[in-house]
């Protein structure tokens, strides 16, 4: 109603299908922005073989409405993890132009990047609160109603389902709420339920006076309107205790798809009876909207659910921290005995994980209570589980610090939340970090449980892990073996921490070129966790992956290829195609193939996991970077250098990008682009890439086997150039150094002395 110009405006912004089209609705909360959207989107259907609508007013909202937008598209994409789903959307939208988007109820400007960033094709509809910083984008302002129009809007609010109704006083009550339309619809939808005039609904806002909503940092009629029928709403629920207390715990969820039995577990058959009536008086009064399973709450109801006011009876700040407490409690409740590892429990943390990441995102972590603190710090465990360790360190530092200041430095939780903040940095390739926690943490064990107790064993065998990681395989070894001989002992051979105790020793010994031991061990392994586990539980199929791994370390690749090619299709079937570890077999499979000079069914396997890194960690992470290396490796080998190069260049702008300029990643490309270069007879371009290589080696590594080896690549790449003067001094300083490692007859020194000789000959002759 009244938005006839509006909506002229938002179509000539969208009149453009051919191209990328943008336009933004803004306005303060309340005014229709949704409904604009909503309007054009049912006006325009035919032009689009797509709508989807995503909240997006947090990040946790944003992104599940771009995961659920994955999973329409493609159903068996429910089982992958969040962010997996996310760059799936994005991928989608970029390669497809006729689509309609509507982000709705965006924040600010930027929190649109991850969309406009990526997406150059379609139509992008965004509403939103904040009215400038949109440059680049058509703007639509919508106010306020007009008198008349507000006035019709309340009649049909109230005939929808009082049709003979008496609307005196519509006018004023209208005056009174500002001629905003969400307050006057809810007002209509309040009078239909209750059947009072809109008199008697003023009546009642007067004994209530208009607060300023200070939460969202806006001010005006808007939110006070808002604030008085929320209060309003809620006096009338009075006569339900349980409905205002509900309404606060749903305020510290996620806004939609609340599971309607997190709020009803662990309760008697009263409270449950109570909770039901609860949530059925709160729908009727159009607090929330119920489904069958779950429930949607406006996030403006939240938002000032969640906002204390010590002057409002509605919004004491006592109760908003026990809402949020017993909210976190019931997160974590269906979490306690469930293992982020095992793919049984997935499905229950993907429920929770939405909610989770609202309550953390909304909640102060300096006010963190021990619910709050459990709840981050399983969160973590999951996401570090899927691959996401940046959240995860995230996650795991919050309950840190929140158990530390909550219980104190020895308390048990408080050390536990430490070591796994040091493994999640470990995870994230900051060893720096971890082995400094790992050893404090361990420190106080010992000092707390005793230097003895299977407690500090724990903290002793996650600090091997971590010198394991870091390559002090001298501290690490003796750490494994004190602490297996322990668990041994005192647990028996067949408990998960002696076997996760043995495989890691396992991996050192293997790491330290003990091949025999290693093989033993994960030989042994493999047969008890098969026997006690079943052939196709996960840490079954960890311990075969390792096996494969002993044995391609020893040589072995007739044992190896097979047992590898026999654990990735366990791993897909039972962990998923983009797990972690299913991609680290997929990578360890195909560099076997490739290292036995059989680099073509390496390709489609380098290929996959290389897609699988991105959608998990994105295309700069390191893990990405290096798959994409031996991808063009791989490509190279198999005589396809103009792809080859193709990926060296972009991974060398990634590399650049990413890690800078003087990274050892970024050399290795640089290095390996100017060898293809090399051999496809590109040497103008190959020579100032080895130069470069060269004097960033001679930088990093100094006077190397390392620095010998990039000395001889650019003298061979002037020696192909005609750059015979040139060549020779690399030449004779490689060989030098050659000669002085490996000896004057090492093939090595041999091939580079006859360079050397046709060199100079060539010098001679000219």
Request: glycine fraction near 6%.
């Amino acid at each position: 109603m009244g938005r006839s110009n509006e909506l002229r405006q938002l179509e000539t912004a969208l009149a453009n299908s051919q191209q990328a089209a943008r336009a933004v609705i803004h306005g303060l909360g309340g005014t229709g922005k949704s409904t604009l959207a909503a309007r054009f989107a049912e006006l325009h259907e035919d032009r689009f073989d797509l709508v989807w609508w995503v909240s997006a007013d947090s990040e946790a909202a944003l992104t599940t409405g771009l995961a659920d937008l994955a999973v329409s598209l493609e159903p068996a994409a429910a089982s992958a993890p969040l962010e997996q789903r996310v760059d799936m959307a994005l991928r989608w939208l970029a390669t497809h132009p006729s689509w309609l988007l509507v982000l709705d109820n965006l924040t600010a400007p930027s929190d649109a990047d991850v969309v406009l960033s990526r997406v150059r094709t379609g139509t992008v509809v965004i509403t939103s609160r904040r009215g400038t910083g949109w440059e680049g984008i058509p703007a639509i302002p919508i106010n306020m109603l007009k008198p008349d129009e507000a006035r019709q809007l309340l009649a049909w609010t109230v005939n929808a389902d009082w049709p003979d109704a008496d609307l005196d006083g519509a006018a004023q009550l209208c005056e009174e709420l500002g001629w905003l339309p969400l307050a006057i619809h809810q007002a209509g939808a309040y009078i239909a339920q209750t059947r009072i005039t809109p008199t008697a609904y003023l009546t009642l806002l007067t004994h209530y006076p208009a607060r300023m909503f200070t939460a969202t940092g806006e001010s005006g009629d808007a939110q006070r309107t808002m604030a008085r029928i929320w209060h309003v709403t809620l006096d009338k629920l009075a006569d339900t205790p349980r409905a205002e207390e509900l309404l606060r715990r749903l305020a510290w969820c996620a806004p939609t798809s609340i599971p309607r039995n997190l709020l009803t577990a662990a309760t008697s058959a009263d409270d449950h009876l109570d909770l039901i009536h609860a949530t059925g008086r709160l729908a009727a009064y159009s607090m929330i909207t119920l489904d069958p399973d779950t429930i949607s709450v406006h996030r403006l109801v939240q938002a000032v659910t969640r906002t204390p006011d010590p002057a409002d009876q509605h919004r004491q700040p006592d109760n908003i921290a026990q809402a949020r407490d017993t909210t976190a409690a019931a997160l974590v409740a269906p979490l306690i005995d469930t293992d982020p590892h095992m793919p049984a429990s997935w499905s229950t943390f993907r429920l929770v994980l939405p909610h989770a990441r609202a309550l953390l995102g909304y909640a102060f972590s300096g006010l963190d209570t021990v619910s709050v603190c459990e709840l981050a710090s399983r969160i973590g465990s999951y996401q570090l589980d899927q691959g996401d360790t940046t959240t995860a360190v995230a996650y795991h530092t919050r309950a840190a610090q929140g158990f530390y200041r909550l219980l104190g430095a020895d308390h048990p939780n408080t050390l536990n939340s430490r070591s796994n903040l040091a493994s999640a940095y470990q995870d994230n390739g900051d060893l720096a970090r971890a082995i400094p926690l790992f050893e404090a943490a361990l420190a106080d064990a010992e000092r707390v449980f005793g230097p003895d107790a299977q407690e500090t064993l724990d903290f002793l065998h996650n600090l091997a892990g971590a010198y394991r990681t870091d390559g002090d395989l001298d501290r690490a070894i003796p750490l494994f073996e004190t602490v297996l001989t322990s668990r041994e002992q005192v647990l028996g051979k067949s408990h998960p921490a002696t076997f996760v105790c043995r495989s890691n020793l396992a991996a050192a010994s293997e790491a330290s070129g003990d091949l025999s031991r290693a093989i033993s061990l994960n030989e042994s392994l493999v047969a008890d966790r098969t026997q006690t586990l079943g052939p196709h539980h996960p840490h079954t199929l960890i311990s075969r992956n390792n096996l494969a791994g002993s044995y391609q370390a020893a040589g072995d690749l007739e044992h190896a290829i097979p047992l590898l090619q026999s654990v990735l299709a366990d791993l897909e079937h039972v962990l998923g195609v983009d797990h972690p570890t299913t991609m680290t077999t997929r990578h360890n499979l195909a560099e076997v193939y490739h290292r036995s000079g059989n680099p073509d069914p390496a390709i489609p396997l380098l290929e996959s996991t290389v897609a699988g890194y991105e959608r998990a960690l994105g295309a700069d992470h390191p893990k990405s970077l290096a798959c994409r290396l031996c991808l063009a490796a791989a490509c190279r080998d198999a005589g396809d250098l103009d792809r080859a190069i193709s990926l060296y260049e972009a991974a060398l702008l990634s590399c650049e990008d990413a890690l800078g300029s003087s990274d050892l990643q970024t050399l290795t490309c640089r290095n390996e682009l100017a060898t293809t270069y090399h051999i496809n007879g590109q040497l103008n371009q190959a020579i100032p890439l080895r130069e470069a290589v060269l004097a960033n080696g001679e930088r990093i590594f100094g006077e190397n086997t390392q620095t010998m080896v990039f000395r001889n690549n650019l003298a061979a790449a002037y020696q192909a150039a005609g750059k015979n003067e040139q060549s020779i001094p690399l030449f004779e300083s490689a060989l030098t150094g050659f000669e002085r490692i490996l000896g004057s007859q090492h093939q090595t020194t041999e091939l580079i002395r006859s360079n050397l000789k046709a060199a100079r000959e060539n010098v001679d002759r000219a």
